[in-house]
C-alpha cells in the first residue's frame, strides 16, 4: 500500500494538482490536510470519476483535513478526543479494514511570543496523551500530515534564521521528541538518518526549490506494529513543482 500525506494549501485553488496526482492513480490512500473549505462547499464533484472514498473534516477559510482511500474508510472520529477544539485539524479512521491513520494539520503557533503559540503547545499536549494508549498497540497506527515542527536543525535550511520561530521552538520540537522517544518512529528520518530533504518551500523571493531552502514539516510516525510493515518512505517534490503548486511537497510511505 501506498500512502501519501500532502497539505494542499486550498484544495479549491489547487485542484487541477491534486486531480493530476488522482489521475496517476499510484496512491492506495491519500492524506489531506489545510483544505481551507468547509464540508458543504467540498468540491467532490471533482473527484467523482477517480474511484476513492472520500472522507472530510473542513472549516471555511482555514485548516480541514481529509482522506481519499481505494480502500474502506470506517471508525471514523473527527476532533481531538477530549479537547475542545473550534478547528478542524484531526481525523482517525480505519483504512481497509486494519491499518488506524491519524491524519493531523497541528496548529503553526506564528512565533514564540505569539498566543498562538501556547494554543500548539497545548493542542500538542493534549495529542500527546492521546497517542499514549496506541503506542504499544497490536494494531498497526499511523501519525501523519503537516506538524509545523521541524524537529532539529538538519530539518531548517537556515537554522539562526528560524530562531523565534514556533517551527523550531525548543518546547515544540521537545513534546514532539517525547512522541519519538516513547517509541514512535518518524520513518523518514529513520531511513535518511543524514540526509537533508525538506518538505515545505516557501513561495516568496528565489527559487526557494531550486536552491534547496525549506523545512520538513510533514511527517509519517509508526507505532512498534506499524514500522515492522514499512517498506520506504520518500520525499515527492512533484506537487511543489505543479504550475499552481501547493507550498508542501508530498511525502509517501509503503507499507
Not at 473542513?58 to 480502500?71: C, L
Not at 498566543?115 to 497506527?141: G, N
Request: aromatic share 12%; hydrophobic share 35%.
Amino acid at each position: 500500500m501506498k500512502i501519501l500525506t500532502l497539505n494542499i494549501n486550498s484544495i479549491r485553488a489547487h485542484a487541477q494538482s491534486f486531480i493530476d496526482i488522482l489521475r496517476e492513480g499510484k496512491y492506495d490512500t491519500i492524506l489531506v490536510q489545510e483544505l481551507k473549505v468547509d464540508n458543504a462547499n467540498f468540491p467532490h464533484n471533482l473527484f467523482d470519476d477517480f474511484d476513492y472514498n472520500i472522507k472530510v473534516f473542513g472549516q471555511k477559510s482555514w485548516n480541514g483535513v481529509a482522506v481519499f482511500s481505494k480502500h474502506s474508510i470506517e471508525d471514523t472520529i473527527f476532533g481531538l478526543p477530549n479537547y475542545p477544539d473550534v478547528n478542524s485539524r484531526f481525523m482517525e479512521c480505519l483504512i481497509g479494514g486494519n491499518i488506524r491513520i491519524i491524519n493531523v494539520y497541528m496548529p503553526n503557533g506564528e512565533s514564540e511570543d505569539s498566543p498562538k503559540f501556547q494554543y500548539k503547545l497545548e493542542w500538542m499536549q493534549y495529542f500527546t496523551k492521546y497517542i499514549e494508549q496506541f503506542i504499544d498497540s497490536e494494531e498497526a497506527i499511523i501519525l501523519a500530515g503537516d506538524f509545523n515542527v521541524a524537529i532539529s536543525d538538519i530539518d531548517v535550511w537556515d537554522p539562526k534564521g528560524y530562531v523565534g520561530s514556533s517551527i523550531s521552538a525548543p518546547a515544540a520540537r521537545d513534546i514532539m521528541q517525547k512522541w519519538l522517544d516513547s517509541g514512535w518512529v518518524d520513518t523518514w528520518r529513520h531511513i535518511h538518518p543524514d540526509k537533508v530533504g525538506f518538505t515545505w518551500y516557501g513561495y516568496r523571493g528565489r527559487d526557494t526549490v531550486g536552491n534547496n531552502q525549506g523545512l520538513r514539516l510533514d511527517y509519517f510516525l509508526t507505532n512498534k506494529t506499524a514500522q515492522n510493515m514499512v517498506k520506504n518512505c520518500e520525499i515527492d517534490l512533484c506537487p511543489r513543482k505543479h504550475e499552481k503548486p501547493t507550498d508542501h511537497c508530498g511525502l509517501v510511505l509503503t507499507i
